[in-house]
């Protein structure tokens, strides 16, 4: 299934893409997709509907982010070759893990805003997952049955408080509004293979990232595990993945984004994303 959430920010209510792509209104039988919607008998229950009874969401409506009710928002950095290249770092022998601030995450195509004073916002295509079931210890090859589901997502960075302000790649990537994530969380059982999802970028229409999730030095299954070695991944918990070489740092000089730029993502079966810088 693809489920979203659709409506103003704050007053989003779920729903889900019929067989034919139409998107229906789940809120006369469901109140939100809060975290326990992740589960997978849940969201066995959620197939079971026949979505052409429900009423039609109209198309321009806003969506929001595809779950309500997020605990933990984790990114992993660095997790493709050429982009810890580009950046100046070693190749890392263990996943980069940080986190990114939950007030940060927003609906797929809202604008995304340049904080006060900032000269070197940017931006990162990734993949993001979701989880569904409770998950400590997990082994690699148990890792995926913890995963409801998949989504696009922009790991939105500014470099200067990333890079220059000590430590904690934290600070860098939590401004408000610089998670965007759907516009629809694609359910495991669609989508069985996640490291084969093509992944792109384009600033005003030219193209900066284009690449593949087969490229990932550290798999989803490996994610999941890994982090489950040291923290307790709850259901509704979302994982970015890390970003593809063709960031704004890695230019030959850096460019940046400015107000107004438009940023477009895409992720083949994940859908689009499109940004206006504010
Ligand atoms: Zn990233």
């Known amino acids: ?11 989003e209510r779920p729903g889900a893409l ?15 997709f809060t975290p326990e919607w992740m589960a997978p ?3 066995d229950a959620l197939k079971a509907i026949d979505l052409t ?14 779950l309500a ?5 984790v990114a992993i950095g660095l997790n493709y070759r050429k982009h810890a290249q580009e950046s100046g770092m070693d190749i890392p022998s263990e996943p980069v893990v940080f986190n990114k601030a939950l007030t940060c995450l927003c609906g797929p195509n809202d604008d995304i805003r340049m904080p006060e004073g900032s000269v070197a916002m940017d931006w990162e295509v990734e993949l993001g997952f979701v989880i569904g079931s409770l998950a400590r210890r997990v082994s690699q090859d148990q890792a995926l049955a ?14 200067d408080w990333q890079i220059k302000r ?19 969380l694609v359910t495991s059982d669609e989508l069985p293979d996640p490291q084969n999802i093509p992944l792109q970028l384009a600033v005003n229409g030219q193209t900066r990232q284009s690449s593949s999730t087969a490229d990932m030095i550290f798999p989803v299954a490996q994610i999941v595990s890994y982090l489950s070695q040291f923290m307790t991944l709850l259901p509704g918990d979302v994982v970015i993945t890390g970003t593809p070489e063709g960031v704004g740092l890695g230019m030959k000089p850096p460019q940046f984004l400015k107000r107004g730029d438009v940023v477009t993502l895409q992720a083949g079966p994940l859908g689009t994303q499109t940004q206006r810088v504010v």
Request: charged share 20%; net charge positive.
């Open 1 to 11: 299934m693809k489920l979203f959430r659709h409506g103003a920010v704050g007053a």
């Open 53 to 66: 009874r429900l009423p039609l969401v109209a198309v321009g409506t806003r969506l929001g982010t595809p």
């Open 166 to 184: 000590n430590g904690q790649w934290t600070k860098g990537k939590s401004f408000d509004t610089f998670g965007p994530i759907g516009p629809w």
């Open 18 to 32: 019929d067989a034919q792509g139409q998107m229906r209104d789940l809120s006369l039988l469901i109140a939100d």
């Open 41 to 43: 008998a849940k969201l």
């Open 146 to 159: 913890h995963v409801a589901g998949y989504c696009l997502s922009n790991d939105v960075s500014e470099r």
């Open 69 to 73: 009710g997020t605990r933990q928002f």
